[in-house]
């Protein structure tokens, strides 16, 4: 027997019908087998914005370089450097890390701290060394920061988050930026100086590569409270800082590229491990990566 729709009463709302039932869920809460909420996929303004900053002040880098306008594109690099750490602190304080945001993150590295630098530098200085030597040393960072990278996303899982495996990509820009701030600060003629920062750009490159431990600063607890003589040191090494910014900053990254080998040869010759390999002591904190 067929059967017919009721008719609505005078005032009765209209039934909603299965064409529109789909759309009942917009803007519901979805739910894992656990209760917890599911994370909807999309992308989180705030720490992408930062990386979005540090990507521009490496490019803005390399338009300077090629411009002749060294000393912008060195403060460039220090600019993004800084943006560069924030970015991963406002993702987990907001709790809004994602695998896009890590690897984004990556590739913004890559064109910062990777191939700026090494194009800074050749403009800078090595294209002056004869033959092919220049060309080769600003290669050898660049693929160095490249490879870096590489091994920081495959083997986060497995090292000790206390220490980066090698010269972070981060410090060794610095490094290479803070060196044309100094002789750029001293009047002397890059021309002169190709040598030295041919020196500097391997070193740089290679150490990036290397195996040596580097302090990496992640264990320190910026919610917790600190004794009101550690505020004064920070204000001091500000006040250090502002007196003459190339040479203190020049002084201060190599001195950390220098720690690493320090430690290095410290442990190797105490006998105690070299490798940085994660620990049961340590575990792996899931918000280091975003």
Not at 21 to 46: H, M, Q, T, V
Not at 99 to 104: S, V
Not at 143 to 151: C, D, F, K, V
Not at 215 to 244: C, E, G, Q, T, W
Request: proline share 7%.
């Amino acid at each position: 027997m067929p059967t017919f729709p009721r008719r609505r009463k005078p005032g009765q709302p209209k039934p909603k019908t299965g064409k529109f039932a789909r759309f009942r869920s917009i803007g519901r809460r979805k739910f894992d087998a656990e209760g917890n909420p599911i994370r909807p996929r999309g992308i989180y303004l705030l720490p992408n914005a930062f990386t979005t900053a540090a990507l521009f002040c490496g490019f803005y880098a390399i338009v300077q370089a090629m411009n002749q306008r060294f000393e912008y594109a060195a403060w460039a690099i220090f600019v993004a450097m800084i943006l560069d750490g924030l970015d991963g602190r406002v993702a987990r304080l907001t709790n809004t890390q994602s695998e896009f945001g890590a690897q984004y993150d990556s590739l913004s590295d890559m064109v910062s701290f990777g191939a700026a630098p090494a194009l800074v530098i050749y403009e800078w200085s090595l294209r002056y060394l004869p033959g092919k030597w220049g060309w080769i040393a600003a290669f050898v960072y660049c693929s160095g920061a490249a490879l870096r990278l590489a091994r920081f996303n495959t083997n986060i899982e497995v090292v000790d988050k206390r220490f980066f495996q090698g010269l972070p990509s981060p410090a060794a820009a610095a490094m290479v930026a803070g060196l044309i701030l100094f002789i750029m600060d001293l009047g002397a003629s890059p021309r002169e100086l190709g040598w030295v920062a041919f020196g500097i750009t391997l070193f740089a490159g290679l150490t990036m590569v290397t195996n040596v431990p580097f302090y990496s600063f992640k264990d320190v607890n910026f919610r917790k409270s600190v004794p009101f003589i550690v505020v004064f040191l920070i204000v001091l090494a500000l006040a250090l800082v502002s007196i003459d910014p190339p040479k203190v900053l020049t002084s201060i990254f190599v001195l950390y590229a220098l720690s690493g080998y320090a430690v290095y040869f410290w442990r190797l010759a105490k006998g105690r491990p070299v490798s940085i390999v994660q620990t049961d002591e340590h575990p792996l904190d899931p918000s280091e990566r975003r």
